[in-house]
C-alpha cells in the first residue's frame, strides 16, 4: 500500500519504495504567483520529500527506483506551471558519520539530482539550487535502521519564481 502524508503546510512525505508522482509535484508546487511570496515567507514553502537510495558513501544515482521517481520529478518541472518556478534540491543524510562528512555527502548527492535533472530533462541552471543538509534535519530520531532510512532524503523545496 503507498501512504501519502499531507501537512497543513503543503509538505509530501513519500514513503520508502513510493513514486510520488508528476501529477502529485504539480499538487503542491502548482502555488498561485500572489500565494506563493505569502506562502515562503509567512507560513512554509511548499516541499516533497522523496525517497532517492544512494549506497552507502556514495552520491550515484542508480537502481530502477530512483530513476523512476527522479522521471516523475523532471516531466512535472518540464510543466508550463512549474518551468518558471526555482526549486531547492536539498539532501540530507542520516546521522551516522561526522558533521563534515554528511555535509560533503549531502551536497554530492543534492548535487547529483540537479546534473540528472539537468542533463535528462533539460532543466535549466536557473530553476535548481543544491543544497546540503547533512545530518540537521532528521525525521525520525534513532538507531535503528528504519530511522537511518527514513533520514536518507531529498526534500524539493519550492523557492520562488524565475523572474
Same mark, same amino acid.
Given at each position: ?37 505569502? =506562502? ?53 543524510? #542520516? ?42 534535519? =532528521?525525521?525520525?530520531?534513532? #538507531?535503528? #535502521? ?18
Amino acid at each position: 500500500m503507498l501512504v501519502l502524508t499531507t501537512s497543513i503546510f503543503g509538505f509530501i512525505f513519500a514513503t520508502a519504495e513510493e513514486v510520488v508522482t508528476a501529477e502529485k509535484f504539480l499538487k503542491v508546487f502548482g502555488v498561485e504567483d500572489k500565494e506563493m511570496d505569502r =506562502l515562503i515567507a509567512v507560513e512554509a514553502a511548499p516541499t516533497v520529500a522523496i525517497t532517492i537510495h544512494f549506497d552507502t558513501d556514495s552520491s550515484e544515482i542508480k537502481g530502477a527506483h530512483n530513476i523512476e521517481q527522479l522521471t516523475q520529478l523532471g516531466m512535472a518541472l518540464q510543466s508550463d506551471q512549474l518551468k518558471k518556478r526555482v526549486f531547492s534540491i536539498e539532501g540530507h543524510t #542520516d546521522k551516522r558519520g561526522s558533521t563534515a562528512h554528511n555535509m560533503k555527502l549531502s551536497q554530492a548527492r543534492s548535487q547529483a539530482v540537479v546534473e540528472y535533472l539537468k542533463k535528462e530533462f533539460g532543466v535549466g541552471d536557473e530553476n535548481l539550487d543544491a543544497n546540503g543538509q547533512g545530518e540537521f534535519f =532528521l525525521l525520525v530520531d534513532g #538507531d535503528s #535502521d528504519a530511522a537511518h532510512k527514513k533520514n536518507r532524503r531529498v526534500e524539493i523545496v519550492l523557492n520562488g519564481r524565475v523572474e
